[in-house]
């Protein structure tokens, strides 16, 4: 799969000419399209949002995106068509966080949330994030009791 693939014959902007936080639509007719997100955007069909999605499936003023604190997150305007965030419908009014990688489906685009420099060190493009690993194994330990992993599942 290449670029093209993904955004027709406009290709993605460029992480140098549109850094921090941003949303990029990448199926629709808006596909290519970038806004980067700061304190709050409006997504919509009509002119005067921040990102003009021109569909009849997206409504005049269908979703918000916020961001404080370095946190972000979509809120559904009780538009027509709703708001999907990674396959999972999203409540009208109730904020639903956004995560670098997201995929965002408003009406019949689809938009990816990218946010790269929260966790990715921009030298060598490698993940800040850690876990300790003792917790993750006690906590796997704990998610594990009570269930039977002796048998085999082919064997009934």
């Known amino acids: 799969m290449n670029d093209d693939t993904i955004f027709g014959s406009k290709p993605p902007p460029s992480p140098d000419t549109l850094s921090g936080p941003q949303l990029v639509v990448i199926e ?4 290519g399209t970038a806004v980067r997100v700061e304190k709050e955007i409006r997504i919509g069909r009509r002119p005067d949002n921040h990102l003009v999605l021109a569909s009849p499936a997206v409504s005049k003023y269908h979703a918000r995106v ?10 559904d305007l009780d538009s027509t068509n709703g708001i999907v965030v990674n396959g999972v419908s999203v409540e009208v009014n109730q904020p639903h966080a956004l995560c670098h990688g997201d995929s965002v489906v408003v009406g019949d685009h689809t938009l990816l949330f990218r946010n790269e420099g929260t966790f990715t060190d921009k030298k060598t493009g490698m993940s800040t994030i850690h876990f300790d690993v003792s917790k993750v194994r006690e906590e796997v330990d704990d998610l594990l009791k009570g269930m039977d992993i002796s048998r085999d599942p082919e064997s009934g």
């Open 28 to 31: 629709g007719e808006a596909r």
């Open 66 to 75: 916020i961001g404080e604190d370095g946190r972000f997150c979509v809120i």
